[in-house]
């Protein structure tokens, strides 16, 4: 064994991660031909570009501007003060936490890092509770992202029933990250963040502007948060989504491959046909092409929501594939690309697994409840 060892020690990473590349492109090659898979990505990202990700960054501006308008104008504070009575009993958490959830849904998971670090936030926080709020913030990004974009797919009610789904799922990702905090630190039960003095955490308003000033900068401002929003989504559509598109769709219509946008070699349909019983009774998928929006809602909601035109235009999506999506959507947000970085900014960097293992299950959690809500919604 000490001899392998020694031997493969010797060898340069650059060989593994060849290796790696040409396995994963290997199938996808051998099956369409490697110039026709080359012409495919290049094609299918092209096509997402075009779009895809300019849709979704428009999106971004808009409910980005609203988001400065309703921050600028104290609707936010509002809203904060209207949730802090369902913080201790839904989340275990200080009321002033559900000015995490209006920020988070606002604009994305990071949000609640920024509120996190401040003094005057944290300081009403157990240092359990603090660390939760990396489950608790990640599960309503992008949340006004999401249901906008859905909105705008045609469906009204089914995003609005994903919600809930999202809601309950944060509760439970959110309650059992706190459970396994205690577990491992029991001593961070009673311990504070930080010993300071009281003091309120809002967001004041600049009322010296005239009125029209601050509409303007308020919408501006917020216009611009969502092109950076708009842009940081870009990688995640175009390389994730494009990939799982090749592993989702099938050759052309007559069955070749030509080398067009969305060809691909149907693996995830051919899996998620294996497993359609535990998916359909789950999530009520009618589909096994549809467990491609969970897989990438797993790095990036932003790559997930690219999916969707062409699921719909394919016939595959209903209204309950649509509460669903936006539930896992929602409360997943690219999880397993945030969460090491936002533990880290927190310096708990050693609960990361914790967090990852307790938010799975809050999604899938997001994702049943979302199912049978709808299944209810349509009996009525």
């Given at each position: 064994m000490k001899a392998l060892k020694k031997i493969f020690g010797k060898i340069p990473s650059g060989v593994y991660c060849l290796i790696i590349v040409f396995g994963i492109f290997a199938f996808p090659a051998m099956k369409m031909g490697t110039a026709n898979m080359l012409n495919t990505v290049m094609n299918t990202a092209h096509d997402l570009l075009l779009n895809t990700v300019f849709y979704i960054m428009a999106i971004c501006v808009v409910t980005g501007a609203l988001g400065g308008i309703l921050m600028e104008f104290g609707v936010v504070k509002l809203l904060e003060k209207l949730l802090k009575?369902?913080?201790?009993?839904?989340?275990n958490l200080p009321g002033v936490a559900s000015?995490?959830?209006?920020?988070?849904?606002?604009?994305?998971?990071?949000?609640?890092?920024?509120?996190?670090?401040?003094?005057?936030?944290?300081k009403y926080f157990k240092k359990y509770q603090l660390i939760s709020l990396t489950n608790f913030g990640t599960a309503f990004g992008m949340g006004l992202?999401?249901?906008?974009?859905?909105?705008?797919?045609?469906?009204?009610?089914?995003?609005?029933?994903g919600l809930f789904g999202a809601i309950c799922g944060c509760i439970v990702s959110t309650r059992l990250m706190q459970r396994f905090i205690l577990k491992s630190h029991p001593n961070f039960k009673h311990e504070e963040v930080y010993e300071v003095e009281m003091v309120e955490t809002e967001v004041?308003?600049?009322?010296?502007?005239?009125?029209?000033?601050?509409?303007?900068?308020?919408?501006?401002?917020?216009?611009?948060?969502?092109v950076s929003v708009g842009l940081a989504i870009i990688p995640g559509v175009l390389i994730i989504s494009t990939f799982i598109m090749i592993l989702t769709f099938g050759p052309s219509a007559d069955g070749a491959y030509t080398g067009a946008a969305y060809e691909g070699v149907e693996a995830l349909p051919a899996l998620g046909s294996k497993l359609s019983f535990v998916f359909e009774w789950l999530f009520g998928f009618s589909d096994p092409h549809l467990?491609?929006?969970?897989?990438?809602?797993?790095?990036?909601?932003?790559?997930?929501?690219?999916?969707?035109?062409?699921?719909?235009?394919?016939?595959?999506?209903?209204?309950?594939?649509?509460?669903?999506?936006?539930?896992?959507?929602?409360?997943?947000?690219?999880?397993?690309?945030?969460?090491?970085a936002m533990l880290d900014a927190l310096g708990y960097r050693n609960l990361t697994s914790k967090a990852i293992l307790?938010?799975?299950?809050?999604g899938i959690v997001a994702a049943v409840i979302a199912h049978w809500s709808f299944v209810l919604y349509s009996l009525i």
């Open positions: 009575p369902l913080m201790k009993p839904l989340f000015l995490g959830a209006v920020m988070t849904f606002l604009s994305d998971n990071p949000a609640i890092i920024a509120l996190a670090q401040d003094k005057k936030f944290s992202l999401v249901i906008v974009f859905m909105v705008g797919q045609g469906y009204y009610a089914e995003p609005f029933i004041v308003a600049s009322e010296e502007k005239p009125m029209f000033q601050r509409i303007l900068d308020a919408l501006l401002d917020g216009g611009k948060s969502g467990i491609a929006f969970p897989i990438t809602a797993l790095g990036a909601v932003g790559a997930a929501l690219g999916l969707v035109p062409n699921f719909i235009s394919a016939g595959w999506v209903d209204g309950n594939a649509i509460a669903v999506f936006t539930a896992i959507g929602m409360c997943w947000s690219g999880y397993l690309s945030t969460h090491t307790a938010h799975t299950i809050g």
